[in-house]
């Protein structure tokens, strides 16, 4: 090839290049508007943007439609004070980013956010566009129409914070907040403008999405306590998701009075004023972690060609209270567990729990409370553990007696049985008298147990040695777990198995056989054992219960033991006149 020609390729070559970048921008563009008319509708100046942000651009447009707009912008956040939390707002979303309560503090005593999904924010409305796009309103960019980044509300003042979407000129969505000064209400007001034929099903969801953050040292009880809810048709839905190899979902249709996630201490609910088509709950728990996750929702209705929805809720998040969430009207303190319905609930709601708001008016120390309440419950159940002594006298008086018979009718149970019931009736004894108080008592005593295991008004607050009432007096951690016992050594149980050792010493029993004695020492490990992990404000009670009882029974001992005696013998010499009177006549044949 001659030097002419070389030139002229490269010449050739040369001019090719520099045709290609010069026209390539125009066909990019031309492409583009070919094959993608539905995002020009939506475009802002793009022309000048370079290939990666232009393919971004379309990719929002095919994943939110004519809201691809409102899904770039940028987010401005509000912080609002009021007497009891502070609350952080965001315009991305229009959503609750964090929540810190200010009279209640984490295990290490700090305030903590009580928003576990602080990043992408707790609220927000869903739905299914008509051209089938899953729009979450946390992905898009509202207005902001306060300018402030911070207000403060006390009192009885009101303080109302607004956000508004415009998706096009004729739909929007407002959404606004309303704080008070005193209370953990917020009201949630959501005004749909246009958007009547617009919603796939003629159907919305106000979500919750993220449980609550965990604050107390011990996360496996309160994975234990955390919960997803939902009260409608006068019952309580729940959902539980304590296996991490499990996802649990529950959908139920009908009016909802509330949805609601909650841990140990606290608790996020969204009430609806007007009637819902349902609701949907999901849950999970992350793998290796006692975390769980929840979603909680209410289904709600836009009807048809109504062109304007106004949607108005109200808010609670904050610590679970009896008498403040009580005070709501709408039953959610059928979320807190004081176990079974018809048995100990009624105890815990009618009568422990009133009669703690009533003393704590004077008394201002839990552990007073408890020891007070103590003494009280020994005072009522007197009678009874004076009539309980009485009746084991009798049935120790009665021990020699009822051996002869089961050595007489060891080979006829039935005539054994016979013969027992017969002195037992002559002699004025109830085999079961001796377990009455203790009877009556248990369904207030497992009432107890779930009101000091779930009660946010012992959280932190100490009495002598024990920091924190609502968890175990821990004085010493092992660093690893000693089955049945724990991991520590708490000082409650300690004591509470010594007064039970006494109190069995000193209390009268019908038998003397080697297995009372062997009950002796087991009844007190089994209860140490039992209570080394349960809260310090119920070993307290149990404890000062205890102390009581010794005393009780000392006193008892004491003042009746002659008289007691006296009549037992007596009825026991009367019982045993008929059998003497058989024994004799049958020598006579």
């Known amino acids: ?71 770039v912008g940028t987010e401005k956040t509000i912080t609002v004070n009021n007497d009891l939390f502070t609350a952080k707002l965001s315009s991305k979303g229009a959503t609750l980013k964090s929540l810190v309560l200010k009279k209640h503090f984490d295990v290490n005593g700090k305030p903590f956010n009580l928003v576990s999904s602080s990043d992408k ?28 980044t911070s207000e403060t509300v006390t009192g009885k003042e009101k303080l109302s914070v607004s956000y508004v979407l415009d998706v096009d000129a004729a739909r929007s969505i407002t959404v606004t907040y309303t704080f008070s000064g005193d209370s953990y209400v917020v009201d949630y007001d959501l005004k749909l403008n246009g958007f009547g034929s617009t919603i796939a099903g003629n159907e919305y969801q106000l979500n919750w999405d993220g449980g609550l953050v965990y604050s107390e040292k011990d996360h496996k009880d309160e994975s234990a306590n955390a919960l997803a809810g939902a009260y409608l048709g006068g019952g309580l839905l729940k959902l539980d998701a304590s296996d991490a190899k499990k996802s649990y979902r529950e959908e139920e249709s009908g009016k909802a009075e509330w949805i609601a996630v909650r841990n140990k201490y606290f608790v996020s609910a969204i009430i609806p004023q007007r009637s819902t088509e349902g609701v949907y709950l999901q849950g999970s728990k992350m ?16 009807p048809a060609g109504q062109n304007v929805v106004d949607d108005h809720y109200r808010l609670y998040v904050g ?28 105890f815990a709601e009618y009568l422990i729990l009133p009669i703690f708001n009533w003393m704590n008016k004077y008394v201002t120390n839990y552990g007073l409370i408890i020891i007070i309440f103590a003494f009280l419950i020994k005072l009522v159940t007197w009678p009874l553990s004076l009539a309980s002594t009485k009746s084991m006298k009798k049935m120790s008086a009665l021990q020699p007696m009822m051996q002869e018979l089961q ?27 001796g377990c009455l108080p203790t009877v009556i008592q248990m369904p207030l005593l497992f009432a107890m147990f779930y009101v000091f295991r779930s009660s946010i008004q012992l959280r932190q607050h100490g009495f002598l040695w024990a920091k924190d009432l609502s968890v175990p007096d821990s004085i010493f951690d092992f660093g690893f777990a000693i089955p049945l016992y724990g991991d520590h050594i708490a000082v409650m149980p300690i004591l509470m198995a010594v007064t039970v050792f006494l109190q069995q010493k000193i209390t009268p029993t019908a038998q003397s056989n080697e297995q009372m004695k062997i ?60 059998a003497q009177g058989s024994k004799k006549g049958g020598k006579k044949k």
Do not use: C, H
């Open 319 to 346: 610590p679970l209270d009896y008498n403040t969430v009580r005070s709501l009207g709408i039953g959610l303190e059928k979320i807190m567990d004081f176990g079974w319905e018809w048995l100990t609930r009624p």
């Open 121 to 148: 924010g707790a609220l927000s409305m869903l739905f299914l566009s008509s051209d089938g796009r899953r729009i979450d309103t946390r992905d898009l960019y509202f207005r902001s129409l306060d300018a402030k």
């Open 287 to 302: 793998a290796g972690s006692e975390v769980e996750n929840y979603v909680a929702a209410l289904k709600m209705a836009v």
């Open 519 to 578: 009950m002796l020492w087991m009844f007190p490990a089994m209860m140490l054992l039992f209570f080394n992990n349960m809260p310090a404000g119920l070993g307290l009670y149990y404890l000062m219960f205890n102390v009581f009882s010794i005393a009780q029974q000392a006193y008892i001992n004491a003042t009746v033991s002659d008289e007691d005696k006296a009549a037992a013998a007596m009825q026991v010499a009367a019982a045993s006149k008929p």
């Open 1 to 71: 090839m001659d030097r002419n020609s070389v030139i002229g390729f490269a010449l050739i070559a040369a001019i090719m290049i520099v045709w290609l970048q010069f026209m390539k921008p125009e066909q990019k563009l031309g492409l583009e508007k070919a094959t993608a008319p539905r995002e020009a509708v939506q475009k802002t100046p793009t022309d000048s943007l370079p290939a990666p942000a232009m393919a971004a651009a379309t990719a929002k447009a095919d994943s939110f439609g004519s809201f691809a707009q409102a899904s």
């Open 407 to 433: 050595e007489k009718y060891k080979d006829n149970p039935a005539k054994l049985q016979s013969e027992l019931g017969r002195i037992y009736k002559e002699a004025g004894v109830n085999p079961l008298g």
